[in-house]
């Protein structure tokens, strides 16, 4: 049985956003597709959420 991905490789997503200084927690949404089968697993090798204040942003 495959239970490899459908694709043959990865695609990163990444996305960049303003955050408010009065910020006090993120909350990062994962969602998985079942494209098929029964399996209800979903897996992200790498997932990073990066905070730098403005002085550090270039």
Same mark, same amino acid.
């Not at 200084?21 to 079942?34: D, F, K, M, N, P």
């Not at 209800?40 to 090798?45: G, K, L, Q, R, T």
């Given at each position: 049985?495959?239970? @490899? &991905? *459908?694709? &043959? &490789?990865? $695609? *990163?997503?990444?996305? %960049?956003?303003? #955050?408010? !200084? $009065?910020?006090?927690?993120? #909350?990062?949404? *994962?969602? @998985? $597709?079942?494209? @098929? @089968? $029964?399996?209800?697993?979903?897996? +992200?090798? !790498?997932? +990073? *959420?990066?905070? %730098? #204040?403005?002085?550090?942003? !270039?």
């Amino acid at each position: 049985m495959n239970r @490899g &991905s *459908l694709r &043959s &490789s990865w $695609t *990163l997503q990444s996305n %960049k956003a303003l #955050v408010p !200084e $009065t910020t006090s927690y993120a #909350v990062i949404h *994962l969602t @998985g $597709t079942r494209h @098929g @089968g $029964t399996d209800n697993d979903s897996y +992200f090798d !790498e997932v +990073f *959420l990066d905070i %730098k #204040v403005a002085s550090s942003c !270039e």
